[in-house]
């Protein structure tokens, strides 16, 4: 069982940042993993924030491209989510997420709650 274990969740006004950590257990081979961010709002389902391949691409939904960053350090076995100018609709739970592939995500933290307030 592979653990995520995620961090820098908060409260922030609008227009604010925040940095979401996700870091890995040492008993994965992280830097061959693709890592992700999902999210899920009160009353709707989880969705894709942003994806990184083990190369390095990334992939971001559109609502949050430009706004947000994902990278990841493998000598840390951590993954990084920098979200700019926030907004109350970027109110969520967000979840680090593990896998072969970006569209094969297996493992799961137990989720950050974020809080954008207007």
């Known amino acids: 069982q592979v653990q995520l274990v995620e961090s820098g969740g908060g409260l922030v006004q609008a227009g604010g940042s925040l940095r979401l950590s996700c870091a890995a257990a040492s008993n994965i081979i992280f830097n061959i993993m693709a890592m992700g961010w999902y999210r899920q709002a009160p009353g709707k389902q989880r969705e894709l924030v942003a994806t990184i391949t083990s190369g390095g691409s990334t992939n971001y939904a559109d609502s949050v491209k430009g706004r947000f960053t994902i990278s990841r350090d493998n000598a840390k076995n951590t993954v990084y989510l920098q979200m700019n100018s926030l907004k109350p609709e970027d109110t969520a739970v967000y979840y680090c997420?593990?896998?072969?592939?970006?569209?094969?995500?297996?493992?799961w933290g137990k989720g950050t709650l974020v809080t954008v307030s207007s």
């Open positions: 997420s593990a896998g072969p592939f970006t569209s094969v995500m297996t493992y």
